[in-house]
Nanobody, 120 residues
Framework: QVQLAESGGGLVQPGGSLRLSCAAS????????MSWYRQAPGKGRELVAL????????NYTDDVKGRFTISRDNVKNMVYLQMNSLKPEDTAAYYC?????????????WGRGTQVTVSS
C-alpha cells in the first residue's frame, strides 16, 4: 500500500532553516509527481511546492518562492523541502502528497504531517 512519512519538522527562529523529508513506499515513486502542502491552525490546506516525476520541473506558491526548494531522489524514494528564511507565517503542519490515477480514477495519498513552528 502507498505510504508517505514526513520528518524534519521542529521549532525554529525566524530567519532559520529546516529541511523536511518524505519517505515514500508502496508505489513506483519515479512515476508520480510529489507535492508538499501545509495547513496552519484554522486554515485550509495550501499547496506549497510540487515536483514532477523526473524532478525536471518544480512549482511553488508565491509565498515561499525564493525561500523553499523542493527536490527528490528517485533512487531513495525521497522527496525533500528545504526551507530557508523562515517566517512566523510559515508555521503549519507540512504534508507530502502524491496523486495516482489507477484505472483512470484519482487517488490522493497523504502523509501524516510534520509540524513546523517558527517563533522567537
Amino acid at each position: 500500500q502507498v505510504q508517505l512519512a514526513e520528518s524534519g519538522g521542529g521549532l525554529v527562529q525566524p530567519g532559520g532553516s529546516l529541511r523536511l523529508s518524505c519517505a515514500a513506499s508502496g508505489f513506483t515513486f519515479s512515476n508520480l509527481a510529489m507535492s508538499w502542502y501545509r495547513q496552519a491552525p484554522g486554515k485550509g490546506r495550501e499547496l506549497v511546492a510540487l515536483i514532477t516525476s523526473t524532478g525536471n520541473t518544480t512549482n511553488y506558491t508565491d509565498d515561499v518562492k525564493g525561500r523553499f526548494t523542493i527536490s527528490r531522489d528517485n533512487v531513495k524514494n525521497m522527496v525533500y523541502l528545504q526551507m530557508n528564511s523562515l517566517k512566523p507565517e510559515d508555521t503549519a503542519a507540512y504534508y507530502c502528497m502524491t496523486r495516482a490515477r489507477p484505472y483512470g480514477y484519482v487517488a490522493d495519498y497523504w502523509g501524516r504531517g510534520t509540524q513546523v513552528t517558527v517563533s522567537s
